[in-house]
């Protein structure tokens, strides 16, 4: 298993070491997060980094990377 391919780094996939095995993950660009929101019949109103809407314990930083937070409507 090719944990570093740095081919799959452009499509949002990686491959992770978790509890001695590798385990595929695909982080979506923004762009799919709104398409699929709106496939699904939801309407955005904010998508924002959590860094930006709070500051972390640096215990919360050692194991946690930062992330969206999205706030979205159903109509």
């Known amino acids: 298993m090719h944990l570093e391919d740095k081919s799959l780094h452009?499509?949002?996939d990686r491959v992770i070491k978790m509890e001695e095995?590798?385990?595929?993950?695909?982080?979506?660009t923004r762009e799919e997060v709104i398409s699929s929101l709106e496939e699904?019949?939801?309407?955005?109103?904010?998508g924002i980094l959590r860094?930006?809407?709070c500051e972390e314990s640096?215990?919360?930083?050692?194991?946690?990377t930062d992330c969206v937070?999205?706030?979205v409507q159903k109509p």
Request: hydrophobic share 45%.
């Open 10 to 12: 452009e499509f949002g």
């Open 21 to 28: 095995r590798g385990t595929f993950l695909h982080f979506p």
């Open 40 to 46: 699904a019949g939801f309407r955005l109103i904010e």
């Open 51 to 53: 860094s930006e809407l």
């Open 58 to 64: 640096e215990e919360v930083k050692k194991f946690s």
């Open 69 to 71: 937070l999205w706030l």
